[in-house]
């Protein structure tokens, strides 16, 4: 008869799920220890699943055991029982029972660190070596000692009656070596493989980082002999070398190794080594060392809390009796991606339709869905993580070290940011090459802008890359003000921002005719031609807006104010200067970066948006906003601080991305370093006088002393009346402003910056100040004296009641 269970007696259904559970938890969290002391190797969570913590824990375990009871020698009941799981082992392996423990304990360690289907050929390769080795010195100690245990008899002892014990032996000894070396692979030469991001980007900066190798390293190779030798990065270790170098050079980089932490999930790419491997000094310039920029915290992988929003999902699809399994998540810094596989003959829409559920079984409004994830098969939940971990441009720098460290690469090589899988986002802003980033107030963008200057800042001379920074704000860009990259003072005010961006479409025209002249089609062939030729190449311009509201809407209203009062003189607005440059200046290498908190229809206008496909969108308030910069809703579900969207080049969605941080003391370290740096020489001086590094705005560009001994060689071919003309103008106005010319002589902004240009040339006005008129030079009674000089009509004499007769009739302005 069965035995009745007492009331009390728990239901062995309802112990189960207890204990079950139990294990669960304790599985997990040994797991979670054993990744929290190693972390996981490169890659090693992208493309697998889960680690296996169960079996994991089981082989430790296990391990644990066997070693106590082989390596120690308890008493007690304990003992007793120990020492018959030590005979058994010792029984079935011989001596090598000793080893057991530890093969299983880095088993145990390798399982629970490593996520299932990762360097699993690895694994069966160490595996199989082991065993063969191992079947090798039990059938040995069997031969030798009768000390292989039962494997060794099997190995050693069972064969040599068929070939003696001469042959078996050395055959046991082979096996054992072949197995060492096969567990080992130490006769192997492993070549380092890069991993890289499987991102757009990645694959894009690939491309750009082979196509330019060649030649940058014929620019290398060509400054090698006239650079001093750059310091070696790891100073300390070679100072008399260091010294040796000349004034550039002799400072000893400080090198320090990446702080604890500095871990990133890309992979072993230590800081030490993109320092070893970065040059110090590069034209005369000294290269920040990459230690200035900090680590972030180290990524977390899993986390109880993602487990338990794992299971209420599920919860919410068991509850609506939907057959989908959410199959893992991935913990990117600022969300988790959770993976919702769909069972067979069950509607996508059935899933997607649940958003609202799993909102509120979360408590949570930031729920985003994609379907499916992209390269997946499976639909994909975003929930905000609800610790975020801050990704620091320092981590994301040291993610790709090997291109930062390279010379050869791109100098417009940006980091970004991580994306959901925790990988660096990188990209090159001249393959882009212009970049809309917009969000609301707060969102992120300053902080995305302050990357994208840090990364240049980090890799590029103002010999290679020249800054034109347009802060309307004021505030935001004021920490780079001392850069010697700035082609002018930061522009602050929003009217001469548009004084700015004339200049730099003249500039951008200048640069097409240098093309044009030296036959080249871009600004990379004619660098090529310039670096054989021994002439000075030309740097990349990079020109930053931080509020594109307030230039397009203050230069809309002046534009108007100007109509109303009939004084439209048909100047360019803002929005056709941003356009044209969008459209044209890439081959000259000048790129935009514009970034608004107003993403409206009449900021970001159609025109503007049909010439910059690539845009990264931080938090907004509402959906209309996020099509405004995307095309597409989603960016009004971010959750601010820096989590974004990311549209690259050609890419159909757009990556979740949290951007990088750097932190004002980060920026000031970086602007000190290269505050007051003078280069010794100077490979690529830029190409107009206009491109000169600018002086801080505290101090006024000293005013040129004019060579009258130029005058004569002034040539402006066949513009020479229009010239001479606008020399009088300038003269007699004393106002040395391009957009008079222009608007006076009825002329395109090109030819009145050459005109402007050819009168610095003549010593008639100094150089250009920022968006300010220039300094005229001459006085009005020199002017008929100086058009003589300048080959114009002789002189006339001066009316009688002493006012200056100008020597050309102005065009009457309508
Ligand atoms: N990438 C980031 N990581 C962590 N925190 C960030 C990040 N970006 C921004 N934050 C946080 O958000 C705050 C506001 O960011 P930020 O100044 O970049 O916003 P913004 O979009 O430029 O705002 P505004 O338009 O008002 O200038 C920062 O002070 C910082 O605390």
Redesign the pocket.
Known sequence: MARRRKPTEPEPAAIAPVVRAAWTGFATGTGRAIRGVTPLADGADREHGQPHDGLGTVLLLTGLLLAVAMWTHPGGAAGTVLHVVAALAGGTAGILAYALPAGLLYLAVQVLRLPDGFATPALIRQAAGTGLAGAGIAGVAALAADAGGLLGRITGVAPAHLLTAWVMGPVLVLATLAGLITATGFTTVRLPRRRKAATVVGVLEDELLLDDDEDEDDAFTATAASVPTPAAPAAPAAPAAAAANGPATAAPVPVSPAPAGAASPAGPQPAAAAQQAAPATAGGWQLPPLSLLSAGEAPQRRSAASDEVKAKLQGVLDEFKVAAKVSGYRRGPSVTRYEITVGPGVKVSKITGLEQNFALALGTPSVRMLSPIPGKSAVGVEIPNSDRD??TLGDVIRAHAAAWASRNGHRLLVGLGKDVDGQPVTAVLATMPHFLIA?A???????CLNSLLISVLTRATPDEVRLLLIDPKRV?LAAYKHLPHLVRPIVTDPVKAVDALQWLVAEMDRRYDALAAAGVRNIDDYNRKARKDGTPTLPYLLAVVDELADLMLVAKANAKAAKAAGEDDGEPTAEDLIVRILQLARAAGIHLVLAT?RPSVDVVTGLIKANLPVRLA?AVASMPDSRVILDAPGAEKLLG??DGLFVPVGAATPIRL????VSDAEIAAVVKHWRGQQPTTSTAPASTPDTAPAEPETTPAPAETPDPARMGTVDAGADHDVFLQAVDLVVTSQFGSTSMLQRKLRIGFAKAGRLMDLMHDAGIVGPAEGSRARDVLKKPDELPALLAALGGPEPVPAAADGATVLAFPHRSHP
């Open positions: 801050t990704v969000g107030t707060g969102a992120g963008k300053s902080g935001e908190q931080f601080r820096g949290q951007g990088a941080w």
